[in-house]
């Protein structure tokens, strides 16, 4: 038996194991890396709703102390922020600092129509003044990304005022 050839081959064998495990460790860094892409990405997304949802309990809040002053003026169509003075919230025209330096949030209120039948609907109707459809945006960059988060629903003068 020529044992020079024997140890070509497991010098061959050694080289090609060496590239496969070379191989499988860069595939696990790379899904790493992805899994840990998502996981960032998943928590600025989380925080972006947990700050559309408190700036929708913050217009609330605003609604209830006076519909009439703080809410009914408010330019449909028009970006709003959310600014907080002394103890309450206010809205302003003017954006404020990013909120934990990544997040900006906005709100833009829609007027609302109806129909014959009390529907809102989206084709004419009668203007009702008294309901609002607020449209809560939550945007940030992340990776030279720009995303955005948003949450609709509808205000109304719940206590007349």
Same mark, same amino acid.
Request: no cysteine.
């Given at each position: 038996m020529d044992f020079k050839f024997l140890k070509g081959i497991s010098l061959i064998e050694i080289i090609v194991g060496s590239a496969i495990i070379s191989l499988i460790l860069l595939s696990l860094g790379s899904v790493a890396q992805f899994s840990l892409y998502l996981t960032e990405k998943s928590l600025l997304r989380m925080q972006a709703v947990f700050l !559309? =949802?408190?700036g929708i309990e913050a217009i609330?809040? $605003?609604r209830d102390t006076s519909w009439s002053s %703080?809410? !009914?003026n408010l330019t449909s169509g028009t970006n709003y922020y959310l600014t907080f003075s002394t103890n309450h919230f206010e809205t302003t025209i003017s954006p404020p600092a990013l909120i934990d330096g990544v997040f900006q949030? %906005? $709100?833009v209120l829609e007027d609302v129509y109806r129909d014959a039948n009390s +529907?809102? @609907?989206t084709l /004419? /109707? @009668?203007l +009702? =003044?008294?309901t609002k459809k607020l449209n809560m945006y939550v945007s940030w960059t992340h990776r030279n =990304? @720009?995303?955005e988060e948003v949450i609709r629903t509808y205000l109304t003068d719940i206590f007349d005022n």
């Open positions: !559309a =949802s408190e609330k809040t $605003i %703080r809410i !009914a949030r %906005r $709100i +529907d809102i @609907t /004419g /109707g @009668t +009702d =003044s008294e =990304s @720009t995303n």
